[in-house]
């Protein structure tokens, strides 16, 4: 996990009988009572349910904030303003990935707009954790997945995806990342924006948003790195 965060996404057990992951758990117990970290949870009686049964400490659950639906509007600049100031927030939902399908996701977008690091404790779905990750709105999405090897079959491929108006996951080899970018940058979807995770969940992780000249320019000659790519939905 990139230890410079300043949004913590982290991903609970959708089962209530399951602990929580290792670095995670251990990770709230060494922050949760302190007043440079914030805890959002998404409903106060189960946040409280799963906390004590992770063996958490009680008097933590005094300092839930509850982020969800009915609060995220009112919050979200609130909570931005405090992480521009050097806070640190834990973000939870009441079960699975928080930010994927999921309020959160709008939170996630502000800290991406405000340059403010987003990161999550070990989740073992790629997929869903860069969308989760990326911020991009994604209650629909078309996973594309590997595209074809063969430069021009590429092309046609982009080119048919360009006509998809919601957002678009591609991955390919670590090696054909810079190709990728290239061929996107001369394709139906260079104008949307773009979100690139590389090496997620390694202490080498590297988060990259925006269009996609200046994520070329950001990216530089990175290369041979193992990478998801969001590619936010036409409006």
Not at 27 to 47: F, Q, T
Not at 88 to 97: E, I, T, V, W
Not at 127 to 147: K, P, Q, T
Request: with cysteine; charged share 20%; net charge neutral.
């Amino acid at each position: 996990m990139n230890s410079t965060a300043k949004l913590i996404l982290v991903p609970t057990p959708i089962s209530e009988e399951l602990p929580l992951e290792p670095v995670a758990l251990q990770l709230l117990k060494e922050h949760c009572l302190s007043e440079a970290y914030g805890l959002l949870v998404e409903d106060h009686k189960v946040g409280r349910q799963r906390w004590l049964k992770w063996g958490l400490p009680r008097e933590a659950i005094d300092r839930f904030v509850l982020f969800n639906e009915h609060t995220q509007e009112k919050l979200t600049p609130e909570l931005v303003v405090d992480m521009k100031r050097g806070k640190q927030f834990f973000l939870m939902s009441d079960a699975g990935l928080p930010a994927f399908c999921d309020p959160g996701q709008g939170l996630v977008n502000a800290c991406h707009q405000n340059k403010i690091t987003v990161s999550a404790t070990p989740f073992p779905n790629s997929v869903a954790l860069a969308l989760a990750l990326s911020g991009f709105s994604h209650r629909e999405f078309f996973f594309a997945g590997f595209l074809p090897a063969n430069s021009d079959e590429r092309k046609l491929g982009l080119d048919r995806l360009s006509q998809v108006r919601s957002t678009l996951i591609l991955m390919d080899t670590p090696y054909r990342l810079q190709a990728l970018l290239k061929d996107l940058a001369k394709s139906g979807l260079k104008s949307r924006e773009v979100f690139l995770g590389t090496s997620l969940n390694a202490p080498t992780e590297k988060l990259y948003r925006g269009q996609l000249t200046s994520l070329i320019s950001s990216v530089g000659d990175l290369n041979k790195v193992e990478f998801v790519m969001v590619v936010a939905a036409s409006h």
